[in-house]
């Protein structure tokens, strides 16, 4: 795996990669980046993996300078899931001047939800994704399922900026108690970690009794709150959206997704279940 630290030589590489897939992430890598990166091996010619901890989409008082930085690791576990390529550059290679240019997402689908927790999460995502598009130029961009609203405001920049890339989403990928792969799930203690699989528990029991007909979506949402605040659960939302862009559900014959974000002890974790 060949490792490039700036945009010129990333460059150089690209040049001569055939069809490329790109898979951007923060680093502190786990088994659903892990099986991003092997998805990706099937599809092209070159995989190319991005390594960057965002500033522009951490808000005041989030963990930016907290955020796990496990490079050497990152490296080894993606030379040996096929990784052809690592860009991993440093702030001032990616923003050599302060950043005055962003990508402003629809609000009606980036304000809501974690757009209303996380104010500007959504530009600072949207702009550093389409800056790596445009360093890269991939065909293929594998995304995962559990950053949710983030997979369809990237879809929409896509689609209404034409770019010509191709956006394949994975589905959510999950210790065996039905946990999902996070980042932030290191920052949990040992009793919040045997605690942590219930959001994905209160999830699914939402998305079970949509399936089977419930439609007073206010009621059986407050019922899982509740639940989740009994155990000692801060949470910000968990609520039953349209896939297609996250609005409440209008009918019943439309794909829906059940969202929520909700913070143990010091840890914020987000998760979704498709009905």
Same mark, same amino acid.
Request: hydrophobic share 45%; glycine share 6%.
């Given at each position: 795996?060949?490792?490039?630290?700036?945009?010129?030589?990333?460059?150089?590489?690209?040049?001569?990669?055939?069809?490329?897939?790109?898979?951007?992430?923060?680093?502190?890598?786990? #088994?659903?980046?892990?099986?991003?990166?092997?998805?990706?091996?099937?599809?092209? #010619?070159?995989?190319?993996?991005?390594?960057?901890?965002?500033?522009?989409?951490?808000?005041?008082?989030?963990?930016?300078?907290?955020?796990?930085?496990?490079?050497?690791?990152?490296?080894?576990?993606?030379?040996?899931?096929?990784? #052809?390529?690592?860009?991993?550059?440093?702030?001032?290679?990616?923003?050599?001047?302060?950043?005055?240019?962003?990508?402003?997402?629809?609000?009606?689908?980036?304000?809501?939800?974690?757009?209303?927790?996380?104010?500007?999460?959504?530009?600072?995502?949207?702009?550093?994704?389409?800056?790596?598009?445009?360093?890269?130029?991939?065909?293929?961009?594998?995304?995962?399922?559990?950053?949710?609203?983030?997979?369809?405001?990237?879809?929409?920049?896509?689609?209404?900026?034409?770019?010509?890339?191709?956006?394949?989403?994975?589905?959510?990928?999950?210790?065996?108690?039905?946990?999902?792969?996070?980042?932030?799930?290191?920052?949990?203690?040992?009793?919040?970690?045997?605690?942590?699989?219930?959001?994905?528990?209160?999830?699914?029991?939402?998305?079970?009794?949509?399936?089977?007909?419930?439609?007073?979506?206010?009621?059986?949402?407050?019922?899982?709150?509740?639940?989740?605040?009994?155990?000692?659960?801060?949470?910000?939302?968990?609520?039953?959206?349209?896939?297609?862009?996250?609005?409440?559900?209008?009918?019943?014959?439309?794909?829906?997704?059940?969202?929520?974000?909700?913070?143990?002890?010091?840890?914020?974790?987000?998760?979704?279940?498709?009905?």
């Amino acid at each position: 795996m060949h490792i490039h630290t700036t945009i010129a030589s990333l460059r150089e590489a690209r040049a001569v990669a055939g069809c490329v897939a790109l898979v951007p992430t923060m680093g502190n890598l786990h #088994d659903g980046h892990l099986a991003l990166m092997r998805a990706a091996r099937q599809q092209v #010619d070159t995989v190319i993996a991005s390594i960057f901890v965002n500033r522009l989409q951490f808000g005041q008082g989030e963990d930016f300078d907290q955020y796990p930085r496990t490079f050497e690791a990152d490296g080894e576990q993606l030379a040996a899931a096929g990784v #052809d390529h690592l860009f991993a550059p440093n702030e001032a290679e990616m923003y050599p001047q302060p950043q005055r240019y962003h990508v402003e997402p629809d609000p009606e689908i980036a304000d809501i939800l974690e757009g209303a927790f996380r104010p500007g999460h959504f530009r600072g995502v949207a702009t550093v994704v389409l800056k790596l598009f445009n360093i890269v130029r991939p065909e293929v961009a594998l995304f995962g399922k559990k950053d949710y609203q983030q997979l369809i405001v990237l879809k929409n920049m896509v689609s209404e900026l034409a770019l010509p890339i191709e956006i394949i989403a994975l589905d959510t990928v999950r210790a065996v108690d039905g946990l999902a792969q996070s980042s932030r799930n290191g920052y949990l203690s040992t009793a919040e970690r045997a605690e942590a699989p219930r959001l994905y528990r209160q999830l699914t029991a939402v998305a079970e009794a949509v399936r089977n007909g419930a439609r007073d979506f206010s009621r059986i949402e407050a019922a899982a709150l509740s639940e989740l605040e009994r155990h000692g659960w801060m949470p910000d939302y968990l609520t039953v959206r349209r896939r297609a862009d996250l609005q409440a559900p209008k009918d019943t014959g439309e794909p829906l997704v059940v969202l929520a974000a909700a913070r143990l002890g010091m840890t914020r974790l987000i998760d979704n279940v498709e009905v």
